[in-house]
Nanobody, 123 residues
Framework: QVQVVESGGGLVQAGSSLRLSCAAS????????MGWFRQAPGKEREFVAA????????YYADSVKGRFTISRDNAKNTVYLQMNSLKPEDTAVYYC????????????????WGQGTQVTVSS
């Protein structure tokens, strides 16, 4: 099993940057693909970005492509989401999740989820 805990959220102005971190427990962290998702008030949770176990494959939602960067450090059992040029529409609770499935790149088959961290972008 993998347990994940997100951190780094906050309240920022539009155009600012934030870096979210996701600390994972478990010796098998490096075996899992990791993803970031978000859920805005009144909306369904949506896929943001995903990274393979090695970091060699990365995918982004079109809405964040070019602004967000996902990365991971397997030695630290941590995955990051660097968010630049933030917009008010990026406001959401951001979740980190781990996947051992084959469709992780499309945002599916995530088995372990964190509690989320709030990101609020003011205009």
């Amino acid at each position: 099993q993998v347990q994940v805990v997100e951190s780094g959220g906050g309240l920022v102005q539009a155009g600012s940057s934030l870096r979210l971190s996701c600390a994972a427990s478990g010796r098998t962290f490096s075996s899992y693909a990791m993803g970031w998702f978000r859920q805005a008030p009144g909306k369904e949770r949506e896929f943001v970005a995903a990274i393979s176990w090695s970091g060699g494959r990365i995918y982004y939602a079109d809405s964040v492509k070019g602004r967000f960067t996902i990365s991971r450090d397997n030695a630290k059992n941590t995955v990051y989401l660097q968010m630049n040029s933030l917009k008010p529409e990026d406001t959401a609770v951001y979740y980190c999740a781990a996947s051992y499935g084959s469709k992780w790149w499309a945002g599916y088959e995530y088995d372990y989820w964190g509690q989320g961290t709030q990101v609020t972008v003011s205009s």
